[in-house]
């Protein structure tokens, strides 16, 4: 389903929500997809009474991992979680070495972990193009991280920077004008690439004809 550009709220602002039920299985993934959100913003969350005055990583029902882990390290593979923030609880205890009596235990968790392996949305608007020159807006969404960089390639060429409109290439939705002068008649192919703070490129194409 492709959202309707027109429902969009003005440009730089969010429509404020709440969730309700934040810190179920349900719940959680709901504010995991609102993170930098280009419409929405996580306001309020709602659970049960058991939750009031905690932080909502201490709220949340964690997922076990690894268990009886005697290594120092965990490689974990970011491919199989979807987009979002995360936190890491460690629990560290001396317990197999000890009695019950001196066992001893702590935890740490870890500060928010951004996974993002979804390109941004690349869509191209409207061309306007003479005998010489060529106008094209661009548009860029990306539901999860901020965006850093747009650039054009013109007929397999070097990769050419693209200014945001707004001058600085740094939120989940930016839209850019590429305007080429002088562009010589004839069949032209057309590439624009953009990057989120993840570096997962968005790809866009176009025939010029």
């Not at 005697?70 to 890491?88: I, K, M, Q, S, T």
């Not at 013109?154 to 050419?160: E, M, P, S, T």
């Amino acid at each position: 389903m492709t959202p309707r550009n027109d429902l969009a709220p003005p440009a730089g602002r969010r429509v404020p929500v709440a969730v309700l039920g934040a810190t179920g299985a349900v719940g959680q993934t709901f504010v995991r997809h609102l993170e930098n959100h280009p419409w929405f913003e996580a306001k309020w969350l709602g659970a049960s009474d058991r939750s009031a005055g905690k932080r909502y990583a201490d709220a949340t029902n964690w997922q076990l991992i690894r268990s009886r882990m005697f290594e120092n390290a965990l490689l974990l593979d970011p491919d199989v979680f979807a987009d979002g923030r995360y936190y890491f609880k460690i629990v560290a205890s001396d317990a197999p070495s000890n009695s019950t009596e001196f066992a001893r235990q702590a935890e740490l968790i870890s500060s928010p972990i951004l996974i993002d392996n979804t390109p941004p949305v690349v869509t191209l608007g409207a061309i306007k193009r003479s005998a010489t020159t060529l106008d094209i807006d661009v548009e860029g969404n990306d539901t999860t991280s901020p965006l850093r960089l747009c650039e054009y390639s013109l007929d397999a060429g070097l990769w050419q920077p693209v200014e945001s409109n707004d001058g600085v290439t740094d939120s989940p939705r930016e839209h850019f004008h590429l305007h080429l002068d002088p562009l010589r008649p004839g069949e032209h192919l057309l590439v624009f690439r953009i990057y989120d703070t993840a570096n997962n490129p968005g790809l866009a194409r176009i025939v010029l004809r």
